[in-house]
């Protein structure tokens, strides 16, 4: 069971900051913005969430790969990282359900991997001096030439990426068990679970692209709407939250998660900007402001709201105020937007879906099913009135 | 939620003497809580009756009780002390039994004491198995099914038998309510069952045992689980074993994080690992679970929940940089996770889960030599005394840092030695799960078995055995390259390969394997455990070693002492040299020092990151202790590097680490090796005209015995260079030195064996002493209570000195005080002494921390280990009487009416060890030492401190009942007083024949039973061992007949010894020590035994000594 002879590959950051390894991925050159993940299980879930587009993921858990692939645990049709470096790629797959080894996956992806990478130190160089671009390459060998094509690439601050990932044409997750609800989910780079969770809550979810309509979204009826987590800025979402506005203006509840929250957070009135480094991991501490109560969560954030802490902003749709904080660096983590005492809507920085991460979140969903009831029976109410 | 206003005292209850299954891990958790919650204000009240532990330091608690862990005692501290509330979740098993001892018998209730950290319902729901077997079914987990083992609870060896019926064979056994799995076991036949069976009901104390299908072989998890009482729960670690189910996690090599789940099954695990501390309603604090999954379905079963600290949180704090039984104190107290501060961060709370950048491996440390008989198959009773953990970057450098920190030369991988047998016949020795399993496995790889037949042959995960598969490659690849490649030297570095297993390889020693390396820049980077994966800042210096690019060591300005500290746990090497360790530590910091501090050992408190300035987690090794060396060489200015504090282990890299310059401060390499060298210490002993027993070197058995003739028998026989009295003898005659001479292989030319005079009826003295190159500080004389030729660490002793008189203590001090000045003491030296008659012979000199320094330092109030780093740094005996460190007048033996008698017992662990037939090892004392750890008494008389003694090692003596007595001739005449006095207190005297002849013509009543190789009396008169067993005997006292040739000691002796303990009834085996019983049981008798605590006796002692 020999390995056969390693190939050599190289890692440039856009400061010049030069890694080695090897290949285990793809042939060929990605490039992207380097950012680390901390979590230590759910790789194939990070591989093919598409708020990673663009991303040159750097997995921070040195051994990576030990369970293979499995199919199963896909967040999306495929994997969407730009490139994948990890410190020791697995060379067998060890586990009951694993279909394949991860390096043949990104092999047929077409993605390039490289192992055998100081992931410590590239960690440490980005958490010190910022998220920054990225190349890596399985052909070139001179660190200054990449370089140079790195510095070509554009940066993320700025990008719009919603059109690369979000689905063509509308796709239909029915409820499961009796239906509850209709919602809209407007695809921003959606992840399999989210419809998943939302269906298991009796919820008929209906996954539209980023580019639908008001039009598009009251066609179904919706009880509640909700938008995604998904790559790039989100000052550059100007589309997605005028279609936000709409949904507000036609009093429909609303749920944001990710991108969604930052959406959300635009929409009313709050500005957005690029953390220095991000949050993504699933070990991290988000504290509901309301209850105190402590949740592990998982992230995958590289921008943030900017919106004040303990002080309520009033709106032309109700007064909001911000719900949930984290712990480490006390940077927004949920908003929620009440009219009348009553929640209109809320939205959550990470992942309640998690996939990977834990599921101390889950109960969001439940609070979503609770505000779209509370929004029926006020309006059945309303209308007896 | 802050803390709690309506409690002000808190009683911590320890852990008592270290025995297998409750180690110096709960000193670590303890010392924590301790720590904690005094500042945070509250009153702490102690008790613990180890010694040897930090957390019994008198400045941990405001009240230090060493006394004896029984409801009784704890009782007694309660109702002096008044506490608000108990906590006892971080003091091991025995703390938690205690603590439902006091609540079941209304004590706490009557004194209106509050269980803090779990109450009494948890802990009944976390450790009846029944009832947890229950709430793991009622569990409500989203998407996932948790369940237990079938199983069924048995009482009666009938139930038993019927259980079985059901469940099939192979099946496992567990008794309820006992540690580290005593009794428990798996039985595969019939047989094996109703032996197995018996032992079971017996340990359970309420005589119940599980019954349960087997899981052997399914992959084995553990999750360290935490929570507040708002709720908030986290999960602190994951670990996942390597041995598959069916060895104790104690005994497994175990790996965190866990490897091979994906983040699916893995957060199952969580959901139900957070479900079921909801459902035990453990309020606050630490809990383990353990896992079983089936590889080929992953089907889940929980098998099990510690509602307290245990091992493994101790081994998870030091894998992660989360300090466990730190922040359960404070969420015991009512802060809330997210209200606490993580250490090392700084900046974040302490409300979210360690993510690790590394790989940690531990692997259990076994001391089946010294148990020879014993059965080495592991199972789910663990057998393992300690253990080593290493961390790397991944599992193959963190296995092979590993594997060479438990100091044994056999437990690295060999890669080269000859093969002697088959793949197949080296896969059948590893399907056996056994201490040197592992190396069966890399056997097998070595003569062509895949990771499928590893795999098939063992049960471990493919994955870990392909890591092994890549560590031989990587050393066959650099073996047969044609120099020393530097790739493939990286890449054997990368795969944990020590210098010297590539000196094997490449036919050429360590050190030039390490020129080589130097010289192509191989060398290690240190990192950080900082528990985020460098997504923060870390503000605690916990390094490790990887060969990786970038080093992380911070430059300096305080010059830095390192101190190496003593490794995995071991019989003869213990948490006492872990003390003297952290003492020194503390005091250099006081003394503006950077303190380093080097071990491998995750159960200790000097492998806190906040124990010393900076911690290296790494082999103690010459080559890993060379790099650490280098890398705070190349960071600042180094004062020195301390090795007499952490016993062998660092003693004997010292003249090596000198050979390459380091700075070795305190008594010199040379100086040490001068103590260690007969002939050398002989003429130090000569130039102080001090006597010691005549001996001889031999390099052959005609040579032993002519040297015997020469010195006369009795005579002790042993290898040179031992620790713990390893392979140690007294023989008696020329045919048992043959024997011995040829059991023992490892006598060649380069290591000659001894052959002393063995000082028959002589009294041996123990002196701790501090010595800085003018003055002698004379620490403590201990009197042992059994006689010269029992291991000092296994034998009882005294201080103050039961039967000396001050001259022979002067002359004690004269000779010791020549002896350190001979060798070149800078520091401590231990020496042992033994009185015969007249005369005062030296029996051995060890410039270094010996065992007793806590001891002696608890029973005299003064911190040996502190004044001797300070001496090694140079200041002086008088300078340290000024600063009020040491006595300003007189020393540890100055007579004070005020100052208790302490009495230290050792603890064996003879009820862990059976030989394959099943049987009981042997539970002689000797020269070679077997005990786990120790207990103090202490009390202002003798006969009353030596009972605590009992009653803290072992459960205390009889008051009342039958004595059984048979001894050799040779000591029939001194036991006929004590038990002439022991008929007086009421005791019913039973004997074998020739002892009740001898007994009778005193005026003694003697009941006589049949010896076991006569069997049954014609007339119905039971055997010895017979009426053992049916409960008609209290206490044993039994002396050894001599050793046979082959030996083994005679037969009768053993089996009367074996029933002793099948029967939990106390056992002595010497003269002396009955005679000490007997005061001890007089004592008991004669009214009420009071406790208390080291402050009020220090208070006392200081105030007679200012007179």
């Known amino acids: ?385 | 939620m802050p803390r709690r206003t309506d409690i002000s005292s808190i009683l911590v209850i320890g852990s008592g003497p270290i025995v297998i299954g409750q180690a110096c891990e709960f000193d670590y958790s303890g010392t924590q809580a301790c720590r904690v919650l005094r500042e945070e204000g509250f009153r702490v009240v102690l008790v613990n009756s180890n010694p040897a532990t930090i957390m019994t330091d008198p400045e941990f608690a405001d009240a230090t009780y060493i006394e004896p862990i029984t409801p009784e005692f704890v009782e007694r501290v309660i109702a002096k002390e008044r506490p608000d509330a108990i906590l006892a979740t971080l003091g091991g098993q025995t703390a938690l039994n205690a603590a439902v001892a006091l609540h079941d018998n209304g004590v706490l209730e009557r004194y209106g004491v509050e269980m803090i950290g779990a109450n009494f319902e948890a802990i009944h729901k976390g450790e009846d198995r029944e009832r947890f077997k229950e709430i793991v079914a009622g569990l409500d987990v989203p998407g996932a099914r948790p369940e237990s083992a079938r199983s069924v609870i048995c009482h009666t060896l009938d139930e038993i038998m019927d259980a079985v019926g059901d469940l099939g064979y192979p099946i496992v056994l567990r008794p309820s309510f006992t540690m580290g799995g005593v009794g428990s076991g798996i039985a595969y036949d019939e047989a094996e069952l109703r032996e197995m069976a018996q032992i079971g009901l017996a340990a359970s104390p309420v005589t119940e045992v599980l019954v349960e299908e087997s899981i052997i072989g399914w992959k084995e998890y553990e999750l360290e689980v935490m929570r507040d009482r708002a709720d908030n729960v986290v999960i602190v670690c994951s670990i996942e074993n390597v041995d598959p189910m069916g060895v104790h996690t104690g005994d497994s090599i175990t790996v965190a994080p866990a490897m091979t789940l994906t983040d699916r099954e893995y957060q199952q695990m969580r959901d139900v690992g957070i479900a079921i501390i909801r459902e035990v309603g453990v309020d606050t604090g630490g809990c383990n679970i353990q896992f079983a999954i089936e590889p080929e379905t992953g089907r889940m079963i929980v098998i099990e929940m510690n509602p307290r600290v245990s091992r493994s949180s101790a081994l998870a704090s030091k894998a992660t940089g989360f300090p466990i039984a730190k922040i359960a104190a404070k969420v015991a107290v009512g802060y809330t996770l997210d209200e606490i501060p993580n250490d090392i961060t700084r900046e974040t709370p302490a409300s979210f889960e360690p993510t690790l950048d590394y790989v940690v491996v531990k692997v259990p440390r076994f001391t089946f030599e010294k148990f020879p008989t014993a059965d080495d198959t592991l199972t789910t009773h663990m057998k393992s005394v300690g253990e080593a953990m290493a961390i790397g970057r991944t599992f193959p450098e963190a296995l092979g840092k590993a594997l060479r920190s438990l100091e044994d030369p056999r437990a690295p991988f060999d890669f080269t030695s000859e093969l002697r047998h088959s793949r197949e016949e080296y896969l059948r020795q590893a399907s056996r799960p056994h201490d040197r399993r592992l190396n069966k496995v890399m056997d097998a790889i070595r003569a062509g078995a895949s990771v499928a037949d590893v795999h098939e042959a063992t049960g471990i995960d493919p994955w870990f055995c392909d890591q092994l598969v890549q560590i031989f490659q990587a050393a066959r690849a650099l073996q047969e390259s044609y120099n020393m490649d530097p790739v493939l030297l990286r890449r054997a570095k990368r795969m944990g390969l020590s210098d010297a297993q590539i000196g094997t390889l490449r036919n050429t020693s360590d050190e030039v394997v390490r020129g080589v390396r130097w010289a192509l820049g191989v060398n290690p980077v240190f990192k950080t455990v900082d528990t985020c994966a460098a997504e923060f800042a870390a503000a605690t210096p916990y390094h490790y070693s990887t060969y990786d690019e970038e080093d992380e060591v911070a430059r300096r300005e305080k010059p830095a002492v390192l101190i190496l500290g003593s490794g995995p746990n071991r019989i003869g090497q213990g948490i006492e040299f872990d003390y003297s360790c952290v003492h020194a530590a503390m005091t250099l910091r006081e003394a503006g020092y950077e303190t380093v501090m080097v071990n491998c050992n995750p159960e200790t408190v000097s492998t806190d990151y906040d124990t010393s300035d900076r911690l290296y987690f790494e082999p103690l090794t010459l080559e890993d202790v060379l790099e650490v060396y280098h890398a705070e060489f190349d960071h600042g200015p180094i004062a020195g590097v301390i090795v007499q504090l952490g016993g062998q282990t660092p003693l004997k890299l010292a003249a090596a680490l000198k050979a390459n310059g380091v700075p070795i401060v305190g008594t010199s390499p040379e100086a040490i090796d001068l103590a260690e060298e007969r002939g050398a210490f002989g003429d130090v002993l000569a130039a102080a005209e001090l006597p010691a027993p005549k001996y001889g070197m031999a390099q052959s058995a005609e040579q032993a015995i002519e040297i015997a003739n020469g010195i006369g028998y009795p005579v002790l026989v042993r290898p040179s260079y031992v620790l713990g009295g390893r392979g140690m003898e007294i023989v008696y005659d020329d045919e048992a030195l043959t024997g011995y001479i040829n059991r023992a292989t490892f006598i060649t030319p380069q290591q000659p064996v001894l052959v002393d005079r063995f000082l028959d009826d002589a009294i041996e003295i123990d002196v701790d002493a501090l010595f800085d190159g003018t003055e002698l500080y004379l620490g403590g004389v201990m009197e042992h209570i059994e006689e010269a030729g029992i291991h000092s660490g296994d034998s009882a002793c005294s201080l103050p000195p039961i039967t000396l008189g001050k001259e022979v203590i002067d002359r004690i001090r004269v000779s010791t005080e020549a002896i350190a000045r001979g060798i070149g003491v800078l520091g401590l030296i231990n020496i042992q002494y033994a009185l015969q008659g007249d005369v005062l012979y030296v029996l051995e000199a060890n410039p270094r921390a010996s065992r007793t320094v806590p001891f002696v330092s608890k029973a005299t109030d003064t911190q040996l280990a502190k004044a001797a780093a300070r001496i090694m740094l140079g200041q002086s005996i008088a300078a340290l009487r000024g600063d009020g460190m040491l006595r300003r007048h007189g020393d540890g033996t100055t007579s004070l009416d005020s100052a208790p008698v302490a009495v230290k017992e050792a603890v064996m662990p003879w009820n862990r060890f059976r030989t394959p037939e099943g049987v009981s090892v042997d539970s002689l004392l000797g020269p070679e030492m077997k005990s786990t750890g120790e207990v103090m008494g202490l009390d202002s008389l003798f006969g009353t401190a030596f009972a605590k003694s009992q009653t803290g090692s072992y459960g205390g003596l009889p008051t009342t009942g039958t004595a059984f007595v048979s001894v050799a001739n040779r000591d029939k005449r001194h036991a006929i007083f004590p038990v002439k006095r022991l008929a007086d207190l009421g005791f019913r005297i039973a004997a074998t024949a020739g002892t009740a002849q001898v007994l009778r013509r005193h005026g003694i009543d003697v009941t006589v039973y049949r010896k076991e190789h006569q069997g049954p009396g014609a007339d119905g008169t039971k055997t010895v061992v017979q009426g053992i067993l049916d409960g008609e005997i209290d206490i044993v006292f039994n002396t050894p007949q001599g050793s046979s040739a082959e030996g083994s000691p005679r037969r009768d002796g053993w089996s009367i010894r074996s029933a002793a303990i099948y029967m939990d009834i106390p056992c002595i085996t010497t003269v002396q020590g009955l005679s000490a019983a007997v005061q001890g049981i007089e004592a008991a008798k004669n009214g009420e035994v009071t406790v208390r605590s080291l402050q009020e006796w220090a208070a006392d002692v200081r105030a007679e000594l200012a007179e």
């Open chain 1, 1 to 385: 069971m020999n390995s056969p002879q390693p190939v050599p590959a190289l890692l440039v950051l856009e400061d010049g900051r030069t890694f080695r390894g090897e290949s285990f991925g793809a042939p060929g050159e990605a490039f992207g913005e380097a950012v680390f993940a901390t979590g230590m299980t759910g790789y194939e879930e990070t591989l093919t969430d598409p708020s990673y587009r663009r991303q040159v993921v750097i997995a921070t858990a040195p051994q990576i790969g030990n369970t293979g692939w499995n199919d199963e645990d896909d967040e999306s049709r495929r994997i969407w990282v730009a490139g994948f470096v990890v410190r020791e790629a697995s060379r067998i797959s060890s586990n009951w359900r694993a279909k394949r080894d991860l390096g043949d996956e990104l092999k047929a992806q077409g993605v390039v991997g490289v192992t055998g990478v100081d992931t410590r130190a590239l960690t440490r160089h980005l958490r010190e001096r910022g998220a920054m671009r990225v190349g890596l390459s399985t052909v070139e060998t001179d660190p200054d030439k990449l370089r140079e094509r790195v510095l070509q690439q554009p940066a993320m601050a700025g990008a719009n990426l919603v059109d690369e990932v979000t689905v063509a044409e509308p796709v239909v997750v029915p409820a499961q068990g009796e239906k509850r609800f209709t919602v809209a989910a407007i695809d921003l780079g959606i992840k399999e679970m989210t419809p998943e969770l939302l269906s298991r809550r009796g919820i008929e979810v209906h996954v539209l692209p980023a580019g639908s309509t008001i039009d598009d979204i009251t066609a179904l009826g919706p009880d509640g709407v909700f938008f995604s987590n998904g790559p790039g800025d989100p000052a550059t979402a100007d589309d997605a939250v005028a279609l936000l506005t709409d949904v507000l203006d036609a009093d429909l509840p609303y749920f944001g998660i990710c991108f969604g929250n930052q959406i959300f957070g635009r929409t009313l009135g709050f500005g957005t900007f690029k953390l220095k480094y991000g949050h993504r991991g699933i070990n991290q501490p988000v504290m509901d402001l309301a209850t105190r109560r402590v949740e592990i969560t998982a992230h995958n954030h590289g921008f943030a709201v900017d919106a004040p802490l303990g002080e309520t902003t009033t709106t032309r749709w109700g007064d909001v105020r911000v719900s949930h904080v984290c712990l480490n660096d006390d940077v927004v983590e949920g908003l929620e937007l009440t009219r009348d005492g009553a929640v209109a809507g809320f939205s959550v920085q990470y992942h309640p879906e998690a996939a990977a991460g834990p599921h101390d979140s889950a109960y969001l969903f439940d609070r979503f099913c609770a505000v779209m009831t509370a929004h029926q029976d006020g309006h059945s109410a309303g209308k007896d009135a």
